[in-house]
């Protein structure tokens, strides 16, 4: 095991738990305690394995507890919680967690984060059809966003939040605006080349064919 591979394992065992929390107890400083961490858990949140991802929540949960004021991980932390809530389904979960993501866009910036946290929590209050919170969450894609500083400057983001604010507004029956986010990103989905020569894939819009057949649907009136 190389030495820095001590907090990037993809599987666990009680070997690979006591020299993590070994070489934890040395690390330097909370800052860095805490984004030893967040790296170790979001390896084993992407598994595939249950309970690696059950291990993976506990650190997680870990780094929010013992190291509240590391902003710098805990809130990516929340955000990765997030994401993971929403992949295994548990959307009033992950609705949680994009809620305290998106408070600290009001309080502080969207540095370290993915930048577009409003926006999956827009997505969530649709999968959990909340229709009392639709026109909080059309806030949240409009006024708050412009407010916090939102950029998309990706088009997979572009995509994401043109996509995401067409399904709200055609559920607000805001229908020319939804009309026309529709048509927004079913334009940014053509897009094939690359943003950046050296980074072929980053930006690249991927998506199914079932959302695309909505955002027809929605462009059509």
């Known amino acids: 095991m190389g030495q820095v591979e001590w907090y990037r394992n993809t599987t666990w065992d009680k070997d690979t738990s006591e020299l993590f929390e070994t070489k934890l107890k040395r690390a330097r400083g909370p800052f860095n305690k805490a984004q030893y961490l967040r790296i170790q858990a979001s390896y084993l949140l992407d598994s595939a394995n249950s309970e690696f991802q059950n291990v993976g929540l506990q650190l997680m949960r870990r780094l929010i507890e013992e190291f509240p004021t590391e902003d710098f991980s805990t809130i990516f932390g929340k955000e990765q919680l997030g994401d993971y809530f929403y992949k295994t389904g548990q959307f009033e979960e992950a609705e949680h967690f994009y809620r305290q993501v998106t408070d600290h866009y009001k309080r502080k910036s969207?540095?370290?984060?993915?930048?577009?946290?409003?926006?999956?929590?827009?997505?969530?209050?649709?999968?959990?059809?909340?229709?009392?919170?639709?026109?909080?969450?059309?806030?949240?894609?409009?006024?708050?966003?412009?407010?916090?500083?939102?950029?998309?400057?990706?088009?997979?983001?572009?995509?994401?939040?043109?996509?995401?604010?067409?399904?709200?507004?055609?559920?607000?029956?805001?229908?020319?605006?939804?009309?026309?986010?529709?048509?927004l990103a079913l334009e940014i989905a053509k897009i094939t080349e690359p943003q950046f020569t050296r980074h072929k894939t980053v930006g690249l819009v991927r998506t199914t064919n079932d959302i695309l057949d909505r955002l027809r649907k929605i462009s059509a009136g």
């Open 110 to 183: 969207r540095s370290g984060t993915s930048g577009v946290a409003d926006v999956k929590l827009a997505e969530t209050i649709l999968e959990l059809d909340k229709r009392d919170k639709f026109e909080e969450a059309y806030k949240l894609l409009t006024v708050d966003f412009e407010a916090t500083g939102g950029s998309l400057s990706l088009n997979d983001d572009r995509f994401f939040y043109t996509r995401v604010a067409a399904e709200l507004c055609d559920q607000l029956d805001k229908k020319e605006e939804a009309k026309r986010l529709a048509g």
